[in-house]
């Protein structure tokens, strides 16, 4: 019995070493695993030795969870980004706090908390919400401003400011192409994929009659994870077998059209009008109904003067710009190249 309370003893105490190692991991999964271990040995082993470590073990679980409540209590959400370093061993890396501040702020004006035009709250008011120095506060305003979020106004504050992202119109190039080639990170979110029934604005863009089935591919395009405009594309069907296979969240629409399907995008024809929001748009973009937008549809051809995809893109007005370019009629422009879209 000596020689085995002696090994339950030791396992105890490894089992809390153990524990105290891996106490950053969720609390209720550490705390459960600690307790049951404890009282796994209480049944063949109890003693004053098990006592104590049962005392301590409660007492870093609850210095833990102060710490914690004690950084929700000043608004500040930590988020820990685990760097796996060997098979056994893990660090965590937090980023300093005018940085989680700049982010909240991101957050909460990719989210339409705060609008473009709208004055951000000042030094002082970040100070005194998330109960840091005035320091701290001025270099998380000056993050946003350099990443184009916001702007600054001498003796007025800092108001929020939606980072351009200009279109142009002079060649035919898809959208996260497009923004590849301005340094900006494209994203894709799909709301819906499926084969649908032409109706007669459809059909009159894919140059085809009401009622031909085909594929309707909606999407959220994100510019530097911003929220930028509403696409709907349509392709016949009997043009692209089982195309709804691709996933077009990450693969490049113009890009399986040419690769895949062998289509060679010639041109394109577009037009922009001048729009709002309705409730359903304005809720899928996170705006306010109503919210100005650029109208943009777009036929593109294939080198056999064939439609072959139709888009029709509801741009947020206050974070696009278009551009393009006019030239004499003397100047003839020859264009063969083609991004991918």
Request: with cysteine.
């Amino acid at each position: 019995m000596a020689g085995g309370k002696k090994g339950g003893s030791l396992c105890l105490k490894k089992l809390f070493i153990v524990a105290c190692c891996i106490h950053t991991l969720p609390p209720h999964s550490t705390f459960i695993k600690l307790i049951h271990a404890i009282i796994f040995n209480l049944k063949v082993n109890y003693n004053f030795n098990i006592s104590i470590y049962f005392l301590i073990g409660i007492k870093c679980y609850c210095k833990y969870i102060y710490s914690m409540l004690q950084l929700l209590k000043s608004g500040i959400y930590q988020h820990t980004i685990w760097k796996e370093c060997d098979t056994i061993k893990s660090k965590i890396y937090m980023p300093p706090v005018y940085i989680q501040i700049r982010d909240i702020l991101v957050e909460k004006i990719n989210s339409g908390e705060f609008i473009s035009g709208n004055q951000l709250p000042s030094e002082r008011e970040l100070s005194e919400t998330y109960n840091v120095s005035r320091m701290t506060a001025r270099n998380a305003l000056t993050q946003l401003v350099d990443l184009g979020y916001a702007y600054r106004l001498k003796g007025k504050g800092t108001f929020v400011k939606y980072p351009d992202i200009e279109r142009d119109f002079v060649k035919l190039s898809g959208f996260s192409q497009m923004l590849k080639s301005k340094g900006i990170k494209p994203g894709n979110k799909i709301v819906k994929s499926e084969i649908v029934e032409a109706n007669k604005k459809i059909a009159s863009l894919l140059e085809t009659t009401i009622g031909t089935k085909v594929y309707e591919i909606v999407r959220i395009r994100y510019g530097n994870n911003i929220a930028l405009a509403l696409e709907y594309s349509y392709l016949p069907v009997n043009l692209f077998d089982d195309l709804l296979r691709y996933d077009f969240e990450h693969d490049s629409l113009y890009k399986v059209i040419e690769e895949n399907y062998n289509y060679k995008l010639k041109y394109s024809k577009q037009w922009i009008k001048i729009t709002t929001l309705n409730k359903e748009q304005s809720r899928i973009l996170s705006v306010k109904e109503h919210t100005p937008a650029f109208l943009l549809e777009s036929i593109s051809y294939d080198m056999n003067e064939r439609v072959v995809e139709s888009t029709i893109s509801l741009n947020i007005g206050d974070r696009t710009a278009f551009y393009t370019e006019l030239w004499p009629n003397k100047v003839q422009i020859h264009t063969n190249d083609f991004a991918e879209k």
